[in-house]
């Protein structure tokens, strides 16, 4: 899913009070796709917050509570699963077949010394499409003993329910596809043995950790690029999301540097946004594909064919 950064206002107490209802978001990013049609095409939810408000949901700390009983409003709303500590999210993020599947979700409001307006629910698409949901209602503090309850009510006048899962309204990531298959790259390689360049090839992830097998476990094609100095990678199985990957999309672009055999790459993400802090180096096992930024990979690909005579 592509990680859509919204500024969480920081909710600071649980007691409300009020009831609004909103037919349609106050603000769509994507105004040619209904949030009915979209919503009824996922499954799961998962809850957006920032660092802060991660570490105190994983150590049930500070406003973690809040939090909790937006999960709950969520799972009573019709999602079948809602993922908020990271690792609840960490076992989503390995289990689904599809980032459109889930749906990241934001909540939100603006706090004052004894009520709270502009409450805010947010849904964000596998694509990016923000559908924002704002109460005009100035909600009122309580009495504690009614905030459990009380809280997850007034959420629901503002989204009621996400309704029946229906797939065929699932949406579905970009394609980059090209011409080649794994068939057609062998016999490419096959054909040209004696002109291919040593990076050219069939390569495989190895994964090193315990922590790679919640990567994906790749098979991608290096061929020279057509079109500029550098080479192309063509996936070819693999993925985590199978259903959001096909053989033959285009996984990466291999971009020449001053240095030999140090490249800057342009990265497909496994939710197909594209990554361009990303480098490469080849030595005599295979690739090392690497980046200490903000998404940090670390990927050894070793070369499988054509096999050496």
């Known amino acids: 899913m592509k990680r859509t950064i919204i500024t969480i206002l920081a909710i600071t107490t649980f007691i409300l009070s009020g009831f609004s209802q909103n037919s349609k978001p106050s603000f769509s990013s994507n105004p040619s796709l209904s949030f009915d049609k979209f919503i009824s095409g996922v499954k799961y939810a998962e809850i957006g917050l920032n660092a802060l408000n991660q570490e105190q949901v994983d150590k049930q700390t500070g406003i973690a509570g809040f939090f909790y009983l937006a999960q709950r409003y969520l799972q009573q709303v019709g999602f079948e699963y809602v993922a908020l500590t990271s690792t609840e999210k960490t076992e989503l993020d390995i289990a689904v077949k599809s980032y459109c599947e889930y749906t990241q979700v934001m909540f939100g409001g603006d706090v004052n010394k004894n009520s709270i307006s502009n409450m805010t629910i947010s849904f964000i698409s596998c694509n990016g499409d923000v559908f924002s949901f704002t109460s005009d209602k100035k909600f009122k ?169």
Not at 146 to 156: F, P, S, T, Y
Not at 196 to 222: H, N
Not at 270 to 280: A, F, M, P, Q
């Open 141 to 309: 503090y309580g009495k504690f003993k009614d905030v459990e309850n009380k809280l997850v009510e007034d959420w629901k006048s503002i989204v009621k329910t996400k309704g029946t899962y229906k797939a065929p309204n699932q949406l579905r990531l970009p394609e980059n596809p090209t011409n080649w298959t794994k068939e057609k790259l062998i016999t490419y390689y096959n054909e040209n043995k004696e002109k291919l360049v040593p990076t050219e090839g069939i390569y495989e992830r190895v994964r090193l950790s315990f922590e790679d097998f919640t990567g994906g476990k790749y098979t991608v094609g290096v061929i020279k690029n057509p079109e500029a100095e550098g080479f192309l990678v063509i996936y070819l199985s693999g993925a985590k999301n199978s259903t959001d990957w096909k053989s033959g999309e285009i996984k990466a672009v291999f971009n020449n540097t001053a240095t030999k055999g140090f490249y800057s790459v342009e990265w497909i993400s496994r939710d197909k946004s594209l990554y361009e802090d990303v480098y490469c180096n080849i030595d005599p096992i295979g690739l090392n594909v690497y980046s200490s930024g903000i998404l940090s990979i670390s990927y050894k690909f070793i070369k499988i064919l054509p096999v050496n005579d």
